[in-house]
């Protein structure tokens, strides 16, 4: 064995990277959706190839991902059967599927204890000790990902028709959203009809702009976002000296507001969650390997 | 003219009464779907229908519906152009299209001040003073209908999932709702990518029952959901003597818990949405015909 794989996929698109077996990168291959719980034979296709382009970006037959081992970080890969039902059908030499947490933890931290926090559009969190790493939250716009963008543009929209109903005090920010919906709740309305998470997070780094400046509805919304962040840090159980990462698009908003004792914990990630599969391709199967083939 | 028509539609069904021109119900009938944003051509054929089906259970002939004016409260009327393409297409003598919130406060405390507080699967509210009425609440269980059936059954499950991560505290409660979901979280996640307002509405006399009973979550689930009640009420602008009534699924649970300010101004509603509308047509088209006639 020569080389190792690093897969990162999801629902908007697939990565490989191919590396030496001490996980140095070689070249990197991209391709569409992996999302192995709507659609589990397509996902199959992307990721074999995005791993065939990874090879031949680098100069080598893609014939010879057969011959690879492979880490797969991918979402919805703690769920159910998927994980088992992918790596029957995967042709590497060998498979190791987790989940995108899982790989972007290893990423962002290395192999050693510490947690992520990952606040983008959602919000999950991923802790580990010893060895052994384990989810909190992340369970969906509906009724979890506390603190996301999704929930916070939610929250505005909630927050901006209780002031058009005088039930709750109006602000700047208020005023502004309901400008946008051309002062009538009903456009507020026919866009909830249709509204993806991403599209309530579009209004995320607004609510925390105008917070800044003092817009009391603001500040409400991201100071109960901050403690629930808090909140779910506080069930990760860090200690002084564990490595903390914020991931995700609203990570530099939160890292100021966090109180001292989480800031004295973060760091700059090491790297994405690609980097994290090659790194523990090249943890699993580089040393093992070695030890098999000598 | 020797008889008037009220009507009540919506998205399950559509009724109609007929009655004499004073108000007095003569029958009822009843068809399909009456959603005027949806597909108002449908709307029409099952108003017509309802109205027919009345004229034929009074023993009249149903071609009598043309010389008969109307009063309709409709889901949907308050938004946009519907209200206004509909009665052009309407073969009653005259129709006057109302909200089904404007029939359900007529119905529920006849022509005088007062308002009525809408609390099922959704929640809204109407108030009237001085024959004028205003609208309050009622944007759907996404950013709106907070105290709703359906925000308490998502408040309930956003709890029992952070109970289940350790971020808040479990309660008899939400340790039943995880033995619901066989004490898997991805099985809670599931269930609330396919559920409607109503799905998580079923959840909310349990969790009413539990809070009588002091289980922690869900008294704070509940002080909360009263709290935004009171918050609606508060923007009414009710004065004493004004009449308050609680429709809806929940209006039992709410009725003792609110303060009693408001309990001293609930009264039982008079009638339903349907008889409101008859209500209103008497007196708009009843006496004016009347004059008119005369």
Excluded at 19 to 26: F, M, S
Excluded at 75 to 85: D, I, L
Aim: hydrophobic share 45%; with cysteine.
């Amino acid at each position: 064995m020569d080389f190792i794989l690093g897969i990162d996929g999801g629902g908007t698109g697939c990565r490989a990277a191919v590396a030496t077996r001490d996980g140095q990168v070689l070249a990197r291959g991209g391709s569409g959706a992996a999302n192995i719980r709507t659609d589990l034979t397509s996902a199959r296709a992307h990721i074999v190839e995005a791993a065939r382009r990874a090879f031949i970006e680098a100069g080598k037959d893609p014939e010879l991902i057969k011959a690879a081992p492979a880490v797969l970080g991918l979402a919805g890969a703690n769920v159910g059967t998927y994980r088992q039902q992918l790596r029957a059908i995967l042709p590497f030499r060998e498979s190791r599927v987790e989940s995108d947490a899982e790989i972007a933890l290893e990423g962002a931290i290395g192999a050693g204890d510490g947690a992520i926090a990952v606040l983008g559009t959602g919000s999950a969190y991923r802790v580990r000790r010893g060895g052994v790493s384990r989810p909190v939250g992340g369970w969906g716009f509906q009724v979890g990902d506390q603190a996301s963008g999704a929930r916070i543009g939610r929250d505005l929209l909630e927050q901006t028709l209780l002031a058009c109903d005088g039930i709750c005090e109006a602000s700047p920010l208020t005023r502004e959203i309901m400008a946008v919906f051309r002062d009538n709740p009903e456009d507020v309305v026919e866009f909830t009809v249709a509204a993806k998470p991403g599209d309530y997070g579009g209004f995320a780094p607004k609510v925390f702009d105008h917070a800044a400046r003092g817009d009391a509805v603001a500040r409400r919304i991201v100071d109960k976002a901050v403690a629930d962040v808090e909140g779910a840090l506080g069930a990760l159980d860090l200690r002084e000296g564990d490595a903390l990462c914020l991931l995700g698009g609203l990570a530099g908003l939160y890292a100021p507001l966090l109180a001292p004792r989480y800031r004295a914990l973060l760091r700059e990630p090491k790297g994405d969650a690609l980097i994290g599969a090659v790194r523990m391709a090249a943890r699993v199967f580089g040393h093992d390997a070695e030890a098999g083939d000598g």
